[in-house]
């Protein structure tokens, strides 16, 4: 039995301490009515006087203790996910997991290929320049001044492709197209750059127009237009009608495209 006080009260417990003593200091208004009971309520108001035990709620031992609590009750595997809550597992945005899912292809695929071998060249492939235009027109005339102007040397017999240095880094193939249909077809696939030689004295020719529609199906390269011939027109303002009416029907020809 207690008796109320409203003051704090020392109990003293014999065998413990350094004078074999305990003082045990009791909350206000409590005090053993008899000695008798003095040991057993010291050591109940003790118990009372420590601090609770807290659960651990992070490491690794509080996450066994959940994953051992989701198993028991049934809620750590995925399928009980899906039966106690489908809406949570269901697609919520077409549009989202058509990029997940692309996403993670992507990645899977990255993954088997084979990485690539650097095979670009140190130096670049030479610039391929054709010169076409109909026979007796001047083409291995602009061929051999062309080869004169970068390498200082004269060529009389020039029996096919000629490739020479025009700087450091720059290499020109030079080829002339033949009048056979074959030849405009196989060059028209594969120039960079198309000098089209056209007689001023006489105008347009056909193999100037088959040229040009074979590059509409083949591959449209870089066009530029010579005029060769000027020498025989005296008159310099028939010379200078000539030069315009030819660019005119140059570009509508070029630029139709």
């Known amino acids: ?13 014999p065998g413990g301490g ?45 996450a066994r203790k959940k994953q051992k ?14 039966e106690r809550n489908p809406k949570a597992f269901t697609v919520q945005s077409a549009v989202r997991m058509a990029k997940t899912f692309h996403r993670a292809q992507d990645l899977k695929t990255k993954k088997h290929h084979i990485p ?33 102007n970068f390498t200082k040397q004269k060529l009389t017999d020039i029996r096919g492709p000629v490739t020479i240095i025009a700087g450091k880094k720059r290499r020109l193939s030079i080829i002339e197209c033949g009048n056979d249909i074959n030849s405009m077809i196989d060059l028209a696939k594969v120039a960079d750059l198309v000098l089209m030689l056209t007689d001023a004295s006489f105008g347009f020719e056909m193999e100037t127009f088959e040229f040009l529609n074979i590059c509409q199906v083949h591959g449209f390269p870089k066009i530029m237009g010579v005029l060769t011939h000027l020498d025989t027109i005296k008159n310099n303002k028939q010379l200078k009608k000539t030069k315009k009416r030819l660019k005119h029907r140059f570009w509508t020809e070029v630029y139709q495209v």
């Open 69 to 82: 609590r989701l198993r028991d009750m049934g809620a750590g595997d995925e399928d009980g996910a899906r």
């Open 18 to 62: 350094s004078e074999g003593r305990t003082h045990t200091v009791l909350p206000a208004g409590l005090e053993p009515a008899s000695g008798s009971d003095t040991r057993s309520f010291a050591r109940t108001a003790m118990e009372e006087s420590k601090k609770k035990h807290r659960q651990r709620h992070s490491g690794p031992k509080a």
């Open 1 to 13: 039995q207690l008796k109320p006080r409203n003051q704090r009260v020392c109990v003293s417990v």
């Open 116 to 148: 690539l071998v650097d095979r670009t060249p140190l130096e670049p492939p030479p610039i391929v320049v054709v010169v076409v235009g109909p026979p007796k027109v001047g083409k291995s005339t602009l061929i051999r001044c062309l080869i004169q």
